[in-house]
Nanobody, 127 residues
């Protein structure tokens, strides 16, 4: 079973950038497809981005495509989310998640399809 710990959240002005990290331990990181989700107060958890286990394929929510970039370093057991051109509506708690199903498709966007979750990191965007 893999443990996930997010970091890198904070307060940023609109138009600014942040890079989130998610460090994995306790499992074979390279065997998991990884995703980022976010949850604003009073709202459901929503898909942000996904990267396949090899790192060769990614998928994004329409709302972040072109602004956010997901990447991974399997040697460091870490997945990243580079967030540029941040908007107030990007403010949320951001969670990373691991999908253990080897033959999952690229566009897995449902939270229930992921098996392991981190505790989240808060991102606040001031206008």
């Amino acid at each position: 079973q893999v443990q996930l710990v997010e970091s890198g959240g904070g307060l940023v002005q609109a138009g600014g950038s942040l890079r989130l990290s998610c460090a994995a331990s306790g499992g074979t990181f390279s065997s998991y497809h990884m995703g980022w989700f976010r949850q604003a107060p009073g709202k459901e958890r929503k898909f942000v981005a996904r990267i396949m286990r090899s790192g060769g394929s990614t998928y994004y929510a329409t709302s972040v495509k072109g602004r956010f970039t997901i990447s991974r370093d399997n040697a460091k057991n870490t997945v990243y989310l580079q967030m540029n051109s941040l908007k107030p509506e990007d403010a949320a708690v951001y969670y990373c998640a691991a999908d253990k199903h080897l033959f999952s498709s690229r566009a897995v966007t449902t939270a229930g399809e992921y098996d392991y979750w981190g505790q989240g990191t808060q991102v606040t965007v001031s206008s």
